[in-house]
């Protein structure tokens, strides 16, 4: 089993809703990463998880939660978001994360998400 | 200069003809490299990981150049279902600003 799975497919929230979104993968990856992307730009790393510890925060608005409940899941706790916060949210994993070095990914089919 | 660039296209090339991308890296502690595709709308899926060997995977080679600080895919053959925007993803050392850096894609579309 190759597949990470997210959902919601799609959400549109208000800017005062409070959502999550969900990954999971379970082909016993140590590493699992969110990432943003616009329409027509590459796909910009938010957070990463390894061994279910947060280690890369790359200057997230704190309105983005993660949270990696355990070594199979990874959430994005969405509040107070911006309209320009809509885009598509992709997880990816990866069976390690060293940071000198990065393994191969693989992502989920996103979530695409609309800030109203 | 941004730390990984890519030539954006559109390349526009008939089947069957040969293509190559180039992308740059400015970080020289740099230490993976990969080539994804993304297909319109779809997850970014990865297509080959590059070594300093370079590696060849049927119709598709990739090659690394660290003197240069480049990567390369060469898509020989072409066919209809490569069109796609290919993304250059490079793995920095833990101590740069960003670990995981996405090339803004180059996009292909082969015509019959």
């Known amino acids: 089993d190759t597949e990470v799975t997210q959902t919601p497919k799609h959400l549109v929230m208000g800017m005062t809703n409070k959502k999550s979104l969900k990954c999971e993968q379970h082909m016993g990856h140590r590493a699992m990463y969110w990432y943003k992307q616009k329409a027509k730009k590459p796909p910009e790393l938010m957070f990463v998880y390894s061994y279910e510890k947060l280690s890369i925060n790359e200057s997230v608005p704190s309105r983005f939660s993660p949270e990696c409940p355990n070594s199979s899941l990874l959430n994005l706790h969405l509040h107070a978001l911006q309209p320009e916060d809509s885009a598509l949210y992709l997880c990816?994993?990866?069976?390690?994360?060293?940071?000198?070095?990065?393994?191969?990914?693989?992502f989920g089919p996103g979530t695409r998400l609309t800030v109203l | 200069r941004k730390e990984v660039e890519q030539d954006p296209g559109p390349f526009n090339v008939p089947e069957g003809a040969t293509v190559a991308f180039n992308c740059t890296y400015s970080?020289?502690?740099?230490?993976?490299f990969f080539w994804y595709r993304q297909d319109c709308r779809k997850e970014p899926k990865l297509l080959m990981s590059v070594y300093s060997s370079g590696n060849e995977d049927g119709r598709f080679t990739a090659q690394l150049n660290r003197a240069s600080q480049y990567i390369s895919l060469l898509i020989r053959d072409s066919k209809l279902s490569d069109s796609a925007t290919y993304l250059c993803v490079v793995g920095a050392p833990y101590s740069s600003a960003s670990k995981i850096i996405f090339g803004s894609g180059t996009r292909l579309s082969i015509r019959p």
């Open positions: 990816a994993s990866s069976p390690k994360w060293e940071g000198a070095s990065t393994d191969t990914q693989y």
């Open positions: 970080n020289s502690a740099s230490q993976s």
